[in-house]
């Protein structure tokens, strides 16, 4: 059974740093592309970083670049999130997600097909 | 970045009923598009992929459409489990972007 379980969140203040973690079992943790996704209280989801399984193709969303940093160790299956220079707009539940590519009639598809159950960071003084 | 929009942004039914909702991107994604189902305080559960196939262990009663910049989920046969809010998403770039979100309530 693939299972993604997040962890790190909490409060921090404006300004702060934050590391969260996401474990991954049930599958090859290094043959997946994986992310981050999060969504502030009442919002909708806001996709913020994707990583390759070698670590090689990192992206992030605008929002965050510059102060986010996404990292994974394949030994561990283990997804990272380093955040800095929080800001109160980060405050938010943030997912982990694996990314799941099928082929459909010859083209490769790209899908979040299982997400962890989030963990909150809030940033406020 | 890709923009989404959905419509409408909420809407009522009853069990039984058949909605629809409408996604449409600020350009071509061909059928790189996701729809996805989140309840309160749960992660979303991915409904569609590549924009009109069903996600294994996904009821039947959900079906999608499109291409290009226009898309549609649509739920036949309402059962009470599917009160919750849709997200289409576009995987035509690595930089994914979501839409605002569709709730369905009573």
């Known amino acids: 059974e693939v299972q993604l379980v997040e962890s790190g969140g909490g409060p921090v203040k404006p300004g702060g740093s934050l590391r969260l973690s996401c474990v991954a079992s049930g599958f090859a943790f290094s043959s997946y592309k994986m992310n981050w996704v999060r969504q502030a209280p009442g919002k909708g989801l806001e996709w913020i970083s994707s990583?390759?399984?070698?670590?090689?193709?990192?992206f992030y969303a605008d929002s965050v670049e510059g102060r986010f940093a996404i990292s994974r160790d394949n030994a561990k299956s283990s997804l990272f999130l380093q955040m800095d220079s929080l800001r109160a707009e980060d405050t938010a539940v943030y997912f982990c997600?694996?990314?799941?590519?099928?082929?459909?009639?010859?083209?490769?598809?790209?899908?979040?097909?299982?997400w962890g159950q989030g963990t909150l960071v809030t940033v406020s003084s | 970045d890709i923009q989404m929009t959905q419509s409408p942004s909420s809407l009522s039914a009853s069990v039984g009923d058949r909605v629809t909702i409408a996604c449409r991107a600020s350009?071509?994604?061909?059928?790189?598009l996701n729809w996805y189902q989140q309840k309160p305080g749960k992660a979303p559960k991915l409904l569609i992929y590549a924009a009109s196939s069903l996600q294994t262990g996904v009821p039947p009663r959900f079906s999608a459409s499109g291409s290009g910049t226009n898309f549609t989920l649509s739920i036949s046969g309402l059962q009470p489990e599917d009160f919750a809010t849709y997200y289409c998403q576009q995987s035509y770039v690595t930089r994914f972007t979501f839409g605002p979100g569709t709730k369905v309530d009573f």
């Open positions: 350009q071509s994604i061909d059928s790189y």
């Open positions: 997600a694996r990314d799941l590519d099928v082929e459909v009639a010859g083209t490769f598809y790209r899908s979040l097909d299982y």
């Open positions: 990583i390759s399984g070698s670590s090689n193709h990192i």
